[in-house]
């Protein structure tokens, strides 16, 4: 009898979190920070979820501009969450992106390394480095940490190539940028939005290159298809649809072009 007491009253209380981190979570999606925070102040000490909660607690504090508040209720989640790897990353990487806003680049850059961050989380911290790394003026380094975050396999890979085509157009290097932005359009492991946003920047780029010019030739040979999505970017920009929708339908009916630009090029003609 004892131990079916007990087990009720887990069972309660489990419910009872449950309930309060989905309320902390739809508050802080429908950006109701100050509520957020309310909430986590009464969320039962050492309860499921607590973490997560406080996570949301921190970034409540952050988009408010309390960074100073930020930092310290990260500062407790660090030091609570110290047997799990993946929450102290998780925590460790908000502090990077707070100590970034402060404009604390090389504080920021000190919080983590590649060798204390677990797999999953290497792509968000490999860009995240890279941003860094530019904001102090080391750009060099900066492409560099990007590179490392392309070789992820999930979508922070995608988002690593965009921010290197960023880097170099930020550079005034528009070849390379250019480059970069329509790797993003084949690759696997990216976002539609990604994908989206480089087709554009490519767009926006096109014009300024050299075309005819043997070194800009000789790049963009590699990128035929990818080419052609960029001039259907440029066609619809201009509102002439139907000659863009001409060239969508070829990639999308063909069925050699890697996926990621047939599901770009579907998403264009809608």
Same mark, same amino acid.
């Given at each position: 009898?004892?131990?079916?007491?007990?087990s009720?009253?887990?069972c309660?209380?489990?419910?009872?979190?449950?309930s309060?981190?989905?309320t902390?979570?739809?508050?802080?999606?429908?950006?109701?920070?100050?509520?957020?925070?309310?909430?986590?102040e009464?969320?039962?000490?050492?309860a499921?979820?607590?973490?997560?909660?406080?996570?949301?607690?921190?970034?409540?504090l952050?988009?408010?501009?309390?960074?100073?508040?930020?930092?310290?209720?990260?500062?407790?989640?660090?030091?609570?969450?110290?047997?799990?790897?993946?929450?102290?990353?998780?925590?460790?990487?908000?502090k990077?992106?707070?100590?970034?806003?402060?404009?604390?680049?090389?504080?920021?850059?000190?919080v &983590?390394t590649?060798? !204390?961050?677990?797999?999953?989380f $290497?792509?968000?911290?490999?860009?995240?480095?890279?941003?860094l *790394? =530019?904001?102090?003026?080391?750009?060099?380094?900066?492409?560099?940490?990007?590179?490392?975050?392309?070789?992820?396999m999930?979508?922070?890979?995608?988002?690593?190539?965009?921010?290197?085509?960023?880097t170099?157009?930020?550079n005034?290097?528009?070849?390379?940028?250019?480059e970069s932005?329509l790797?993003?359009?084949s690759?696997?492991?990216?976002?539609?939005?990604?994908?989206r946003?480089?087709?554009?920047?490519?767009?926006?780029?096109?014009d300024?290159?050299?075309?005819?010019?043997?070194?800009?030739?000789?790049?963009?040979?590699?990128?035929?298809?990818? &080419?052609?999505?960029t !001039?259907?970017?440029?066609?619809? $920009?201009?509102?002439?649809?139907?000659?863009?929708?001409?060239? *969508? =339908?070829?990639?999308i009916?063909?069925q050699?072009?890697?996926l990621?630009?047939?599901?770009?090029a579907?998403?264009?003609?809608?």
């Open positions: 009898m004892k131990n079916l007491i007990i009720m009253a887990l309660s209380i489990f419910s009872i979190t449950a309060e981190l989905t902390i979570t739809s508050a802080f999606k429908q950006k109701k920070y100050p509520e957020v925070l309310s909430l986590f009464n969320f039962p000490e050492n499921t979820g607590r973490h997560e909660a406080g996570l949301y607690a921190a970034m409540a952050f988009r408010q501009n309390k960074n100073h508040e930020s930092l310290e209720l990260i500062e407790q989640l660090i030091k609570n969450s110290t047997e799990d790897r993946a929450w102290q990353c998780r925590f460790k990487l908000l990077m992106t707070v100590l970034a806003e402060m404009n604390q680049p090389q504080k920021s850059l000190e &983590l590649p060798e !204390n961050v677990p797999p999953a $290497l792509g968000e911290f490999y860009c995240m480095q890279g941003k *790394l =530019n904001q102090s003026g080391k750009w060099r380094q900066g492409i560099e940490a990007f590179y490392y975050g392309t070789r992820v999930n979508d922070f890979a995608g988002r690593a190539q965009l921010l290197t085509a960023d170099y157009k930020a005034q290097l528009p070849l390379p940028a250019i932005y790797k993003v359009l690759m696997r492991h990216s976002s539609m939005n990604d994908r946003t480089a087709v554009q920047a490519a767009a926006g780029l096109l300024n290159l050299d075309l005819g010019n043997e070194e800009v030739d000789d790049v963009l040979k590699n990128y035929p298809y990818e &080419l052609k999505l !001039n259907a970017e440029k066609l619809l $920009l201009k509102g002439r649809k139907l000659q863009a929708d001409l060239i *969508l =339908n070829e990639i009916s063909e050699r072009i890697p990621p630009m047939r599901e770009l579907t998403a264009m003609k809608n």
